[in-house]
């Protein structure tokens, strides 16, 4: 692999070694980004109890589950942080305080890190169903890619990361070998809510990315375009997110009220918004995320 060799300056070098006698802890904690881990395991307990909550008779595997939960969060945990070795010269102009951390953590002991994690992560897997290992395998290989390669293609890149959360829910049903109407939900809201996101970061981090060839789409495209296909997607989101009250009703000839309300509020709310500040890429990036633990309370009411 090769990394910046900007970062393997001797300044470098002297905050590296003063990170591993001080601060790299706490660097490497914050490049493992502990909001969007709360949301991975949010996510994942939700549709744990989501599915047993529709079936009483279900027991629930909490040993299995604690495992499988465990290496998804340090496969997502080894994947931030081998990213953020790939990414050290465009976050020096996108993210300088992320690339601050990685340099006080050192890359080789970022590294170093990273494969530990993977490990732990693909051995704790292996305790569980084949299928899920394979997932988790192939989620390491898909991360390999997305950092080295992938990040560049632009939406490509965004899909796969996409599809990787929407994974989470998914390997929760594949567990318990059976499903749930607001369990099923999670994954399509899941990935959209995820790609959205991505895309909206890409833009975010337009200076950066295009300076080292990124192809994102707000790269590609001229802004006035690119704003009106996110004013799309995101009307699109919004409208995904109250679908499954009606479609709920065209089933069972009932509209989930409570639902409805709550998705409204927590989820429809904050993303409406985002319209007031349409430029600041930053600020729809967090009413995404707030979006989204929105959107997983409202399920609870479905």
Not at 113 to 127: E, I, P
Request: aromatic share 12%.
């Amino acid at each position: 692999m090769a990394f910046a060799q900007s970062w393997c300056t001797p300044g470098a070098r002297s905050v590296s070694a003063l990170g591993r006698r001080w601060g790299w802890i706490p660097a490497l904690i914050r490049l493992s980004r502990p909001l969007n881990l709360g949301l991975i395991l949010s996510t994942s307990l939700s549709a744990l109890l989501l599915t047993t909550r529709a079936q009483p008779d279900l027991s629930i595997p909490w040993l299995s589950w604690v495992l499988m939960i465990s290496s998804s969060l340090l496969i997502a945990v080894g994947g931030y942080w081998l990213n953020d070795l790939y990414d050290q010269p465009i976050d020096r102009l996108n993210r300088p305080q992320r690339a601050f951390w990685v340099a006080l953590v050192g890359q080789r002991i970022l590294l170093s890190a990273t494969l530990f994690v993977w490990a732990l992560g693909l051995l704790l897997s292996g305790f569980l169903p084949w299928t899920i290992f394979g997932l988790h395998g192939g989620a390491v290989a898909l991360l390999v890619w997305y950092a080295r390669w992938g990040k560049k293609t632009g939406l490509l890149g965004n899909a796969a990361i996409a599809l990787l959360t929407g994974l989470v829910p998914w390997e929760v049903l594949l567990l318990l070998r059976t499903t749930s109407y607001a369990a099923d939900w999670m994954i399509p809201l899941a990935i959209s809510f995820n790609f959205v996101r991505e895309i909206v970061k890409d833009a975010e981090d337009l200076a950066g990315d295009r300076l080292y060839g990124v192809a994102s789409l707000a790269a590609r495209l001229t802004p006035a375009t690119f704003s009106r296909l996110l004013v799309v997607l995101w009307l699109a989101l919004m409208a995904l997110c109250v679908a499954p009250a009606f479609l709920h009703a065209l089933i069972w000839h009932s509209l989930p009220w409570g639902y409805l309300f709550a998705v409204a509020l927590g989820t429809v709310l904050p993303l409406s918004l985002g319209f007031l500040r349409w430029s600041a890429y930053g600020f729809l990036s967090g009413a995404l995320k707030v979006g989204m633990g929105g959107g997983l309370l409202a399920l609870w009411f479905l």
